[in-house]
């Protein structure tokens, strides 16, 4: 799986892979967080075939269906009378129901059950399910939103009617509510119930590093993920470096507007893309991630790029730590200027205690890991330091 190697270790001073044809991969430089649990392999293999460094942390698993006692109780409650309305959140939630019901022997009556009712879907994802399953959805919303839904329904007589909500991790406890209030006989079926990861660490640490700001993007495919991430940040006591860092340097990529919305909630600006895949968000990523961050500059007869945390250098690509990558940044953005260590300090070290020796150490890394380039980086004696200039 992929890792990430965010520390200010000095690297090994010679050229990584991250290069096609000697120019940058979309994602040489960055360091990606991936929060998904669900199809994580997938996700992670796009980004790493574009060139990120990738932290992997599932902020929530799935629980199995097997002998899940909920659905099965749940289905049998909507076989033993006519449904009305039947509700279909997800594509693989629908799925997973559908599946279930066949390996109980139950398949063919819930088809039928849902068949005679009129079947509502929350977006293409669950509409193509539904549709995989033998059955027509009467109405979907442009949205994809569940308010949207909930306001259809409540435009049609409810009392007495009987309704199946098709629920996807996390209970829809306030539609339910809403329904049962004009009388409606709701059941609500559980499908993929979310749990607290096995391993809580790699989420605490995921944590630690976007307080850090040592990520450049972080990942989300599902609300609940990003409800138990913030949720985490705030067990930590990190929840303000969190926010800040997320309002600020590390891009926020959802797989869609319903995903985003417990970060829109927090004021956390967000991007995503048109059609709900995976694919897609990759793509979105690819797109916005370097133009954030993508510095291009002749220095001394050469050209360097700068993108993330790599430095590009006669079609050879190096990866930098942290700390390097803002100190070049901050040096290539007047190359010749000289930068005192006071200044590189506050640019690099805002909020910490450290002196000016730890300048002076990290330049020394960053020399080490721009190998036979890093006559880049000048000493001015008594002045501090510049990037070497034409």
Known sequence: MGTSDTSDSPGSGSPEGGTHGGALLPLTGFTVGVTAARRRDELVALLTRRGARVVEAPTL???????????????ELCLQAPLDYVVATTGV????????ADGWGRGAELAAACRDAVVLTRG???TGAVRASGLDETWSPGSEATDELLTWLLARPLDGRRVAVQEHGIPLTAFAAALRERGAEVISVPVYRWAPPEDPAPVRRLVEQTARRELHALTFTSAPAITAFLATAAADGLDGPVLEALRGEILSVCVGPVCARPLVEAGIPVVWPDRGRLGSLVRTLTEVLPARSRQTLRVADRELVLQGSALLVDGESYWLSPKGATLLRALAENPGWVLSRAELLRRAWADSDADEHAVEAAIARLRQSLGRHSDLVRTVPKRGYRLAAV
């Open 93 to 100: 939630g629908w799925r997973g129901w559908m599946s279930a």
């Open 61 to 75: 698993r799935i629980l199995p269906l097997e002998d899940d006692l909920a659905l099965r109780r749940a289905t």
């Open 124 to 126: 293409p994802k669950a």
